[in-house]
């Protein structure tokens, strides 16, 4: 195993949207009861089979960089996004403000130098129409949204089609929601195969550095202490 290749995969987003949540059920599928607040980075993770079923199936690692939402770190977190050969931008459903942050996210991460509201960086669309990293969107809590539809509440409008993103909404607590061959799982699925397609067999991947990741399998972390 120490012979198979990797990607990076950042997972990004504000603070309280469930990222850790995601990326362990991601990873483990299964839900975690007790996630713990990140602050810094932590890395999970996942055997995948890029193009399984076909005659070029290959084992890879996709590591999962979870990266702690606090704005306080805005300024140190730079240090987990080189390289990057991913990025899962996570929000929460019922939290229109932590979408929007979306934008700040990445432009934060592809170092656009756009101004600063006070609230980090600032991302202008236009700038991202040239971006090649593979981007998918993930919302969290969907079983809220459907109480709130009930209710009759509506949620806003998805932000993954600005980005060019698959989009994907799920709840990190059941185990559903990434079942294998549901469409969510297909869509993670296919993610993951474009990371690595974009990584290993495109001319532009083959051209970045090769010396960036630590050692899989086992799980890290970087100073752990805030539900994320």
Request: charged share 25%; net charge positive.
């Amino acid at each position: 195993m120490a012979n198979v290749d990797k990607v990076k995969i950042l997972v990004v987003g504000d603070s309280g949207v469930g990222k850790t949540s995601l990326v362990h059920l991601i990873c483990h599928n299964e839900p975690t009861n007790s996630p713990g607040w990140t602050i810094g980075c932590s890395v999970d993770v996942k055997l995948h089979e890029y193009k399984a079923g076909t005659a070029a199936e290959k084992t890879f690692f996709v590591e999962l960089w979870d990266i702690g939402g606090c704005t306080g770190h805005q300024n140190s977190r730079s240090i987990f996004y080189n390289p990057v050969h991913g990025i899962i931008l996570v929000h929460d459903l019922t939290n229109r403000k932590s979408q929007q942050n979306l934008r700040s996210w990445l432009a934060e991460v592809l170092k656009k130098d756009n101004k600063s509201s006070g609230n980090g960086f600032e991302m202008d669309p236009e700038q991202f129409a040239g971006n090649q990293i593979p981007l998918l969107v993930i919302g969290t809590k969907a079983e809220q949204v459907e109480t709130m539809r009930n209710k009759g509440k509506s949620r806003g409008s998805s932000m993954a089609d600005e980005f060019g993103a698959d989009q994907i909404d799920l709840d990190s607590q059941i185990v559903k929601y990434l079942a294998p061959g549901s469409t969510n799982a297909v869509k993670l699925s296919r993610f993951f195969d474009k990371v690595i397609e974009r990584r290993y067999y495109s001319r532009e991947g083959q051209g970045q550095s090769q010396g960036h990741f630590s050692p899989p399998p086992e799980r890290r972390r970087f100073k752990n202490s805030h539900v994320d």
